[in-house]
């Protein structure tokens, strides 16, 4: 069982150390933020720190993992280039549905009841969260994030850092580009381009997204 801390201490950090102690396959220390005190609890779990202290948490706690609990791609991506150790933990709940084929990459984050299906390939640090779906022979690169109740497709790619917002749905074969972002409720019938911001029914382009 390896010891595991994690960088943030926001909701989604939370659902993240709930899920890491559920699994069984971690021993949870704390959280870490440069916000917050040190030996503040937060269900039950300490602050830590701030992310200067990993360094020396590592020297004394040799299976020392660290996972980033921040549900924004830019700023998750930000605070992963900071960390002193590299020895990212790829967490999954217990209950989420992932067949044995699928790959996940270091630092990624799968929710309770997630369903993942065959030949689907996932990056790193890269969130798939609660009851959304993800269908055969998807592509999803690093940083990215769908959020609860979405549904991918089959055969479906989205590019470094896209955003698929709760409730979206992505048709089949379609490529969301980088950085691009799909709001919430969303049907994407058509590929849509990097750096641009998405809604409706069918989708529509509203704006293009933050800078990344």
Not at 4 to 28: E, Y
Not at 171 to 182: C, F, K, R, T, Y
């Amino acid at each position: 069982m390896d010891s595991l801390v994690v960088a943030g201490a926001s909701g989604h950090a939370r659902v993240i150390a709930s899920a890491a102690q559920k699994s069984g396959k971690f021993s949870v220390l704390g959280y870490l933020d440069n916000n917050l005190p040190a030996g503040l609890l937060v269900d039950g779990l300490p602050i830590l720190g701030g992310d200067d202290i990993l360094t020396n948490l590592k020297k004394s706690i040799a299976d020392l993992k660290v996972i980033v609990g921040i549900g924004d791609n830019a700023l998750r991506q930000s605070v992963a280039a900071k960390i002193s150790i590299k020895d990212f933990a790829t967490v999954v709940h217990p209950n989420a549905v992932v067949a044995d084929d699928v790959q996940i990459g270091d630092g990624s984050f799968v929710a309770a009841s997630a369903t993942i299906n065959v030949g689907v390939r996932i990056g790193c640090h890269v969130i798939v969260n609660t009851s959304s779906s993800i269908d055969h022979d998807c592509d999803i690169a690093d940083f990215s994030s769908i959020s609860p109740g979405a549904i991918l497709t089959g055969g479906v790619s989205l590019r470094r850092g896209a955003m698929i917002g709760a409730g979206a749905v992505i048709s089949p074969n379609l490529e969301v580009g980088q950085h691009a972002v799909v709001g919430a409720g969303t049907v994407v019938i058509r590929s849509l381009p990097q750096d641009t911001c998405w809604v409706g029914v069918p989708a529509r382009q509203i704006a293009k997204s933050p800078k990344q």
